[in-house]
């Protein structure tokens, strides 16, 4: 099989090395393992992300070097249902950010940590923080549908709380991507978190006060939101905006410039 000049793993050493002359944007991608619902596979954040991301890298025309997926996140409020995987968080912490300091290490100056996993991100953030402080690189992690919130706004049927999980928004998704895996006759709309002013559960218009309990305390069916108004041509549209605005950030950040720091312990202060 020919090289995929956008894979990270496909290059020897000495290639990457001439590799990381032109900085291109590393980018890792995070998933997970863990209950869909009865409609949807335990894949679901891996498969989303890694197509996502292999199609932006495809793409970014050189701007983007995808390394390999880390499939395992962090799940322990998931534990309740048969099949997850469960990585508890500063193993977690401690594991991206051994790999971000890696690629920082070998001279790429740009990370970004592509997560497919919403309960990923206070511990990605962390990692992207310490990656930035203790290497000479900047590093960002986002969640895949927060790259097209507007766009998916416009398209989005489901009211708050109808896109958290197992949702309109993953389900539709994963029927453009590969529909024969999807049960939606096993598909039921699940939203019964207690009503709150503050606390509630979306991926594109989360509320403003974020705690999150034992999963099965609010789904018995691990779903949370409606993924029976999910549709292959929603999905699709979904995808491009991402999609789209992936490569576009990418290249956004590729060229972002950077101050010089400066420690007043040791400098005099002008004025």
């Known amino acids: ?22 900085q291109p944007v590393v980018v890792l991608p995070v998933g997970s393992v863990e209950d869909h619902g009865p409609h949807l596979p335990l894949d679901v954040d891996n498969f989303l992300i890694e197509r996502i991301c ?48 890696s690629v920082a290490h070998h001279g790429f100056t740009r990370i970004l940590i592509a997560d497919g996993h919403g309960s990923n991100m206070p511990i990605l953030d962390l990692v992207a923080r310490r990656t930035i402080v203790e290497t000479n690189a900047l590093c960002a992690p986002f969640l895949w549908p927060s790259l097209a919130v507007p766009e998916i706004r416009k398209i989005r049927e489901s009211g708050r709380g109808g896109m958290s999980h197992a949702c309109e928004l993953e389900t539709s998704v994963y029927l453009y991507l590969d529909q024969e895996r999807v049960q939606m006759d096993k598909a039921v709309r699940e939203m019964v978190m207690p009503p709150s002013d503050f606390i509630w559960s979306d991926l594109t218009d989360a509320g403003p006060v974020r705690m999150m309990d034992w999963w099965t305390c609010f789904s018995k069916s691990g779903i949370n939101g409606d993924p029976t108004i999910a549709t292959a041509e929603k999905g699709r549209l979904f995808f491009e905006a991402v999609v789209t605005n992936f490569v576009k950030f990418a290249r956004e950040f590729k060229a972002r410039p950077r101050g010089q720091r ?8 002008t004025g």
């Open 1 to 22: 099989m020919p090289r995929i000049d956008y894979l990270y793993q496909h290059y020897t050493w000495v290639e990457l090395k001439e590799v990381a002359k032109r």
């Open 54 to 101: 292999t199609e932006a890298a495809r793409r970014a025309d050189g701007d983007i070097l995808l390394m390999p997926l880390i499939p395992y996140g962090y799940e322990t409020h998931h534990m309740d249902f048969p099949g997850t995987i469960d990585i508890h968080m500063e193993h977690m912490l401690n594991y991206v950010l051994d790999v971000t300091k």
């Open 262 to 269: 400066t420690d007043w312990h040791t400098t005099d202060w």
